[in-house]
């Protein structure tokens, strides 16, 4: 009997390896509360996780039982050039279809748990959770019959690398999020849409020349393209198109810093990218009066507002609000028409 014990804050999980190799471990695989309750893993959602390792006693006394090893520093990733000035990606000219694979059906594990793993050229049909450093997928097609996340990577894994990826519902299918992943995510040159919402934003995010638009919503959750709630810091999103023009669309790309999720976000870089709809196309400030502080080092330039959805970008307008802070500036951000829009 191995008897697991943690002092920690109230939102704990232990998790066991998905395929126990100690005879010691009699429990079943998955992810368990602190209450003890079970958590299917397609469910997971804790802030704090410890994983459950078990090592056989030999003569020689304890065995000690090492940590996970820190994910290697990634090789830096240069930035693209707009494919044509002014142009932005569209749902035809990113994606998988473009490269000219062609696609094999996909009969790996649905959870991923191998770092470094390489995922090239497959049509997969259900989705993936991401319990590894380091994984990418490329050249492919991920079409899930979820009602949850296409792509969940836990929050203690790093870099995940999506290129000339599609996201997309089966038919009939209203997945929630396309991406939900830890952090150093990186995506580009790739197609979401048809799901209800497109990438919840995690720290050191990357997204370029990618297209996320044309989702299906029919729950009563708020949707957008790209989404931080707060305290995500070190994000990029260059030569985009984010578009939100579903049920219940809070805007293309919603930047809020609340103070549940730790407050103000920081360093964010969004140049050259098209957005449309939402009841704004984005919101990027604070609410004073919910005690909010503002977002810092937004940088916002040589974007444009279109007209897909809304004749002013969103519903009632191109922008709700933008933090007023020294760190943050605002520049070159037109409508489609070439007019000045200011926050």
Same mark, same amino acid.
């Given at each position: ?50 994983? &459950?390792? @078990? ?5 020689? /006394?304890? *065995? ?8 290697? #520093?990634? %090789? ?108 150093? &995510?990186? @995506? ?5 849409? /048809?799901? *209800? ?8 995010? #990357?997204? %370029? ?135």
């Amino acid at each position: 009997v191995v008897t697991a014990a943690v002092s920690v804050p109230a939102r704990i999980a232990v998790r066991t390896p998905t395929r126990p190799t100690s005879s010691f471990v009699t429990a079943s695989s998955g992810v368990y509360s602190s209450g003890g309750a079970y958590v299917p893993a397609t469910r997971y959602s804790y802030l704090f996780v410890v994983d &459950l390792m @078990v090592a056989q006693q030999t003569s020689g /006394g304890p *065995q000690p039982i090492a940590g996970p090893a820190p994910p290697p #520093t990634p %090789t830096p990733i240069p930035t693209p050039t707009p494919t044509a000035s002014g142009a932005f990606p569209t749902s035809s000219n990113v994606g998988w279809k473009p490269t000219g694979v062609t696609l094999k059906l996909y009969t790996g594990p649905n959870e991923i748990t191998v770092d470094g793993t390489v995922i090239d050229g497959a049509d997969i049909t259900v989705p993936l959770i991401i319990s590894a450093n380091n994984v990418t997928i490329r050249n492919s097609r991920i079409s899930s019959p979820t009602d949850w996340y296409v792509i969940r990577q836990y929050p203690e894994f790093s870099h995940l690398t999506l290129e000339n990826v599609e996201i997309v519902n089966q038919p009939g299918e209203h997945p929630d999020w396309a991406i939900f992943a830890g952090p150093y &995510l990186t @995506v580009r040159d790739s197609l979401i849409h /048809g799901t *209800q919402r497109g990438i919840y934003a995690s720290s050191n995010m #990357t997204v %370029t020349h990618s297209y996320l638009d044309d989702f299906d919503n029919p729950s009563t959750s708020h949707a957008q393209a790209i989404l931080t709630s707060g305290n995500v810091n070190n994000v990029t999103l260059y030569d985009n198109t984010l578009g939100c023009g579903t049920n219940m669309c809070t805007a293309a790309l919603s930047i809020f810093p609340e103070n549940w999720t730790g407050g103000p976000n920081d360093n964010w870089t969004i140049d050259h990218n098209l957005l449309n709809g939402g009841s704004y196309a984005i919101y990027a400030g604070d609410t004073d009066s919910d005690g909010e502080r503002p977002n810092t080092h937004m940088t916002f330039t040589n974007n444009v507002f279109g007209h897909k959805y809304f004749p002013t970008g969103g519903e009632f307008g191109y922008v709700a609000s933008w933090s007023v802070d020294p760190s943050n500036v605002w520049f070159n951000n037109t409508n489609v028409n070439g007019q000045d829009i200011q926050p």
